[in-house]
């Protein structure tokens, strides 16, 4: 059901996008306003009830999350509003994905594949917006989860999700890619990250590490 409806709002956001959050309304369509502001208000709530409740899974997360992802498909933007907030529910996402499962206590760590799902989507979510956040998010994004994945992350899904980032990254002649991107500098922290990690950690995994040696060639070139 929640998948049927991130689908229907992807595509009712798409023909008529959100305003931006300087506005007075949530959508220039009077019949559509109230129910863009209850998205707003559904997603809000629910990354602060997460953020406030230290024993709650990560998996409780996946219904707010696919809204949000809903609501940024057509406005990249639109998670600007709520940054600060979802950069401390991905931290602990993170957190939680990177705890060893040797208890069974709750808030022990969740790397289920739910939550290893919606890892993916919120790095998706923040992989265009890190010109916008100030100096400490940043280096929380690209020194504490981005580097604490590569250097630890069990799944491979989610280094793959990060070696992709980093291929739009480097290959991306978008200005707006460009400037909302990291800078030169730490895309060569990841870069060096990325080399000492993916075939150390994945050695067996052929498709990983071809599309990071794809980088490496892209760059060579």
Request: proline share 5%.
């Amino acid at each position: 059901m929640i998948r049927l409806v991130h689908g229907l709002l992807s595509r009712l956001m798409s023909i008529f996008p959100t305003e931006p959050a300087t506005s007075q309304v949530a959508s220039q369509y009077e019949e559509l306003n109230g129910l863009y502001a209850t998205v707003s208000r559904v997603i809000f709530e629910g990354l602060e009830a997460f953020d406030k409740n230290a024993t709650a899974s990560v998996s409780s997360l996946f219904g707010t999350l696919m809204l949000l992802k809903a609501a940024c498909i057509s406005n990249v933007c639109y998670v600007d509003r709520l940054i600060s907030l979802f950069m401390r529910v991905l931290q602990r996402i993170t957190r939680d994905h990177l705890t060893p499962q040797q208890t069974a206590q709750p808030g022990a760590g969740d790397s289920s594949p739910v939550a290893n799902e919606l890892l993916v989507i919120s790095l998706d979510l923040l992989k265009g917006r890190v010109g916008v956040m100030g100096v400490e998010m940043r280096k929380s994004f690209i020194g504490a989860v981005l580097v604490g994945l590569i250097e630890k992350t069990p799944d491979p899904k989610v280094m793959r999700a990060i070696i992709k980032m980093m291929e739009e990254w480097m290959k991306s002649r978008d200005p707006q890619v460009i400037n909302q991107g990291p800078s030169l500098r730490e895309k060569s922290i990841l870069l060096v990250k990325l080399m000492q990690y993916v075939e150390k950690r994945f050695p067996d995994d052929a498709d990983l590490n071809g599309n990071f040696l794809e980088i490496v060639n892209f760059i060579y070139r």
